[in-house]
C-alpha cells in the first residue's frame, strides 16, 4: 500500500493528518511524528504513516479538536494562527497591562484583526475597555473609547463569555451592528451602523481572560472573515494573554511589597544613622544618572535598592561608636568596618532580597583594591556598586558637606575626576562629570529641582551628630581591612602555626610591604622567629641568632623602631642585602610585651609615621588575637596531655594507633605495642604517701622516653598502666626494646620524701599487629595479657 493510499484510507476512518495537527497545535510536523513515537500525543500508525483521532485527542487536552474535521481546517489559516502565537510570546516580554495589550494588538492588526481587551470591574457588574485596537477607528465618535464600563446588560455575548467561560462566535452583521447600537453613548451622531462600517465590524469571537480560575476579563477580536473554527485558537490565545496578565499582576504586587520593605529599612537607616543624607534627593540623581548609562529598569531597581540598604548593617553598630566625635579607636573602627558584612547577612535571610547582599557588602570597596571589607578590585566590583558609588561620593564632596555653596561645584567635579581609578570605576566618573556640568549649564527641571531640595535641606536646623564620616582615608582602609580580615581568621583557624602564618601574609598583603615576621618568647626567655610572609621569608620557628638586634632591643624596651637605613644601624642582624629600611613594633597585652611585629622594605627611609599608625592600629587586635591563640594551642595541647607525666594522654594513645592501623594496611606493615605497668605502686603509697606514688610514676615516664626512639610514643594509658607505640616494629625487635625499658627503669631511682628509693620493677607484655590483633583494643587486650603472664611468671617462687 502506497503513502497516497494510507491518507486515503485514513480519511475513510475520520483520522486527520500530521500536518492537520501540526497547523492546529501550532507545532512543527516533525515534532508531532516525535510526539507520536514517544506516546505524548495519542497517534495511530497507518501504514508507514502517522494518524490521530479527534476524540482522543481531546481526551489528551487537546480541546480544539472538538470541532468537527472539516471546520479544522476551515479557519483563517496559517498566518492567523501565527500571529496569535506570535502575540502571545509578545505579551510575555512587557511588564505592564497596557503593554501587553497594545503589543498583542499591533501584532493581531497585521493579519486584519481588530480587538478589544476588557477588564471585570471590581463589582462584577460589568466589564472596563482597557484597550481598544479597531482595525479603522472611527474617528472623534468612536464609542469604544479606552476606560469606559460597559453594563453587562449592555453586552449580552461578552456577558455570556464571562459567564459560561467559553468563547462565543457572533457572525451575523446586523447582530453586531445592533450590540454597537446598545452601546452608543449619549450624543452620538454617527448611526450604529456607520460605526460598524467604519471598523469593518462584519464577525468577531469574544473569548474569557482566565488566570488561575479566575475571571480576569475577555478579549474580543473581530476582522471581515472569521469563523467557528477560530474558537479554540482564540480562546487560547485569551488564555495565554490572561496568565502573562496575572503574573504581570502578581509581579506588580511583589515588587510593590519589596518596595515598601525597602522603603521601611531604609527610613530605619537614616533614623538610626541621623546623617544629614537626603535619601530622596540621592535615589532621584541615581535613577537620572543610570537612565543616562543606559541601565534596564532591573538595573536601576537593584541600584535605588543598594542607595537605601547599604548602610542597614549600621543598625547593629553601638549608639556610641555612631555617635562619637573624632577619631575612632581601632576596635571600634573594626565594629565599624563590619556593617558592610553585617549588611549583606541581614539581606541573605530574606529571598526577595538575597541578590542585593554582595551588592551591598561591596559598597566600601575601591577599585584600586584599597577598600574594605574583601579588598575586590576593578571589576570585580559589582557594576551596580559602583555606580551607586559615583554618586554616594558627589554628595560626599558637595551637598553633604556643611556649608557647601553651588560656587564650589566646579571644584568638587574636579576633586571626584582626581579620585577615578582610585576609589572610584575610572570608566563610570566621566560621564556622571559630564551630566552634571551639561546640567549645571542648561539648567533642566530635574536639575534646578535637585538644587531647590538640597538648598532647603541645608537652611533647615540639623543637630550635628558629631559621629564617623564614612569616608575613609587609604591608611584608615589598610588598617580596617587588616583588623577585618585577622578577625576573620581567628574565627576559622585554631592552630596557633597556621594563624600566625595567615596574620603576616595579611600584613604584608594589604601594606605592601616587602617581607613581615612574628617574633615570640621561647621558654628560655630567646626570641624566636615563628612565622614569616615575604620573598626569602624562612619557615616557622626559626631561632634567631643571640645579641642586641633591633626586635631584641624593641621587645625589651617596649618601643617602636624605625630604621631609615640598616646599614649604618648596628642593630640589624639580617642577612638580605635586599633590605633597606626595617620597621619593628612591640605588640602589647595588658602592659607585658608578647611578640613583636617586624616588617621589612627594598628603600630607604621606606617606613612614616603612617605605618606606625597603621602598625598602632592593628597592634592591639594583632596581640590579643596572639594571646587567644596560644591561650588555645595550650589548651589543646593540655586537652591531650597526662597531667602528672606530661606524656601522651589514653585518647591521643588510641587515636596514634587507628593511624598506624590504617597506615600498615595501606603499605603492608607491622607494628607492635609495649603494654605494662609499675610493680608495687600501691605499698609506695601506703609506705611513703602519695607524693612519692606521684615522684613513681613521673620517673617511669622519663625512663620510657629515654629508652625509645624519637617516633615512637609514649602514654599513660591509666592509674599505674604505660604503653609504647612502636611504628614499624616486628615482635623480636619490640622485644629488645622491652628489655631496654626493663634496664633504663633499673638505672632510674625516684626520691621519696628524703630517701633515694629504687623503682620496684615493671611488668609487660607486647602485640604485634597484625598477627595479635587488628583493632587498638585487639592488640591492647593482648598485650594486657602477655603482661600478666609475665606478672605471674615472676611472681612464682624459684
Known amino acids: ?41 495519542p497517534g495511530e500508525r497507518v501504514g508507514r504513516g502517522w494518524f490521530f483521532r479527534p476524540d482522543r485527542l481531546v481526551a489528551a487536552g487537546y480541546p480544539q479538536f472538538a470541532l468537527p474535521t472539516a471546520e479544522l481546517t476551515a479557519s483563517m489559516g496559517p498566518s492567523f494562527l501565527a500571529a496569535l502565537s506570535e502575540a502571545g510570546i509578545d505579551a510575555l516580554q512587557l511588564g505592564s497591562e497596557h503593554e501587553i495589550f497594545e503589543a498583542v494588538a499591533r501584532r493581531l492588526a497585521t493579519v486584519g484583526l481588530g480587538s478589544w481587551y476588557f477588564l471585570v470591574v471590581p463589582d462584577g457588574s460589568g466589564l472596563r475597555i482597557a484597550y481598544a485596537h479597531p482595525l479603522h477607528p472611527a474617528g472623534a465618535d468612536d ?70 480560575d479566575r475571571l480576569l476579563g475577555a478579549i474580543t477580536v473581530s476582522g471581515p472573515n472569521l469563523r467557528p473554527a477560530d474558537l479554540p485558537a482564540v480562546t487560547a490565545f485569551a488564555n495565554q494573554t490572561a496568565a502573562v496578565v496575572e503574573a504581570t499582576r502578581l509581579l506588580a504586587e511583589a515588587r510593590a511589597s519589596e518596595e515598601a520593605m525597602v522603603q521601611t529599612l531604609g527610613m530605619a537607616v537614616d533614623l538610626r544613622d541621623q546623617s544629614g543624607h537626603h535619601a530622596s534627593v540621592h535615589v532621584r540623581l541615581l535613577e537620572r544618572f543610570a537612565k543616562h548609562l543606559g541601565m534596564d529598569s532591573a538595573a536601576r531597581r537593584r541600584l535605588h535598592y543598594t542607595l537605601l540598604l547599604q548602610d542597614l548593617g549600621k543598625l547593629g553598630i553601638p549608639e556610641a561608636i555612631l555617635r562619637k566625635r573624632g577619631r575612632l579607636a581601632p576596635e571600634e573602627r573594626a565594629v565599624m568596618i563590619s556593617h558592610p558584612i553585617r549588611s549583606a547577612e541581614i539581606l541573605e535571610r530574606f529571598p526577595p532580597l538575597a541578590p542585593l547582599a554582595p551588592l551591598v557588602r561591596a559598597h566600601h570597596e575601591w577599585v584600586n583594591g584599597e577598600g574594605y571589607p574583601d579588598g575586590l578590585k576593578g571589576e570585580a566590583i559589582p557594576l551596580e556598586t559602583r555606580v551607586v558609588a559615583v554618586v554616594n561620593a558627589f554628595f560626599s564632596i558637595t551637598f553633604d558637606m556643611p556649608g557647601f555653596t553651588i560656587t564650589e561645584l566646579p571644584a568638587a567635579l574636579e576633586e571626584l575626576e582626581r579620585f577615578a581609578g582610585i576609589g572610584l570605576d575610572p570608566a563610570l566618573v566621566p560621564p556622571f562629570v559630564q551630566m552634571i556640568r551639561d546640567a549645571a549649564a542648561s539648567q533642566p527641571a530635574w536639575y534646578a529641582q535637585l538644587l531647590a531640595e538640597m538648598k532647603k535641606g541645608h537652611e533647615a536646623p540639623q543637630t550635628p551628630t558629631g559621629g564617623p564620616r564614612d569616608v575613609l582615608t587609604v591608611a584608615d582602609s589598610r588598617e580596617l581591612r587588616i583588623i577585618h580580615r585577622v578577625g576573620q581568621e581567628i574565627g576559622a583557624v585554631l592552630e596557633l602555626d597556621v594563624l600566625l602564618a595567615r596574620i603576616v601574609d595579611i600584613v604584608r598583603d594589604v601594606a605592601g610591604y616587602y617581607r613581615v615576621s612574628l617574633i615570640l618568647p621561647t621558654d628560655d626567655g630567646r626570641l624566636e622567629g615563628w612565622a614569616a610572609s615575604g620573598q626569602d621569608a624562612q619557615g616557622q620557628h626559626q631561632t634567631r641568632p643571640a645579641g642586641n638586634g633591633v626586635a631584641e632591643w624593641v621587645f625589651a624596651h617596649g618601643q617602636p623602631l624605625i630604621i631609615p637605613d640598616v646599614t ?19 605588640l602589647t597585652s595588658r602592659g607585658r610585651v608578647i611578640g613583636v611585629l617586624d616588617a621589612e622594605s627594598q628603600s630607604l627611609d621606606a617606613f612614616t609615621q603612617g605605618d606606625l599608625t597603621l602598625m598602632s592600629a592593628v597592634g592591639s587586635q594583632l596581640a590579643a588575637s596572639l594571646e587567644a591563640a596560644q591561650m588555645h594551642d595550650l589548651l589543646k595541647r593540655e586537652a591531650t596531655r597526662d597531667p602528672l607525666t606530661r606524656l601522651a594522654n589514653r585518647r591521643v594513645l588510641l587515636e596514634r594507633i587507628e593511624h598506624q592501623i590504617a597506615h600498615a594496611e595501606r603499605h603492608n606493615e607491622a607494628f607492635s605495642v609495649v603494654f605494662l605497668d609499675v610493680d608495687q605502686l600501691k605499698i609506695v603509697n601506703d609506705t611513703h604517701g602519695h607524693m612519692a606514688g606521684d615522684a613513681l610514676l613521673r620517673e617511669v615516664a622519663s625512663a620510657l622516653i629515654e629508652a625509645v626512639r624519637g617516633e615512637d610514643l609514649v602514654a599513660r594509658f591509666g592509674g599505674d598502666e604505660f604503653v609504647v607505640l612502636l611504628p614499624a616494629t616486628l615482635a623480636g625487635p619490640a622485644a629488645v626494646v622491652g628489655a631496654r625499658i626493663q634496664d633504663a627503669i633499673r638505672r632510674h631511682p625516684f626520691l621519696a620524701g628524703s630517701q633515694l628509693i629504687t623503682i620496684p620493677g615493671i611488668s609487660l607484655g607486647i602485640a604485634t599487629y597484625p598477627g595479635h590483633g587488628r583493632t587498638p583494643e585487639q592488640l591492647l587486650a593482648a598485650a594486657d595479657t602477655t603482661l600478666y603472664t609475665d606478672k605471674k611468671r615472676r611472681k612464682r617462687p624459684a
Open 1 to 41: 500500500m502506497t503513502q497516497q493510499d494510507d491518507a486515503s484510507l485514513a480519511r475513510e476512518l475520520g483520522l486527520l493528518s500530521v500536518d492537520q495537527v501540526a497547523r492546529t497545535i501550532q507545532r512543527h510536523p516533525e515534532v508531532v511524528r516525535r510526539h507520536a513515537r514517544s506516546g505524548r500525543l
Open 143 to 212: 464609542p469604544q473609547t479606552v476606560g469606559r464600563i460597559l453594563s453587562f446588560e449592555n453586552i449580552p455575548n461578552l456577558k455570556r463569555t464571562c459567564e459560561t467561560r467559553r468563547a462565543q462566535y457572533l457572525g451575523d452583521p446586523a447582530e453586531i451592528v445592533k450590540r454597537v447600537e446598545a452601546n452608543l453613548p449619549p450624543g452620538q451622531h454617527t448611526d450604529a451602523a456607520t460605526v460598524a462600517r467604519q471598523m469593518d465590524l462584519r464577525t468577531a469571537i469574544s473569548a474569557p481572560m482566565v488566570a488561575r
Open 568 to 586: 649604618v644601624d648596628p642593630r640589624y642582624t639580617g642577612t638580605d642585602s635586599s633590605v633597606q629600611s626595617e620597621l619593628a613594633f612591640p
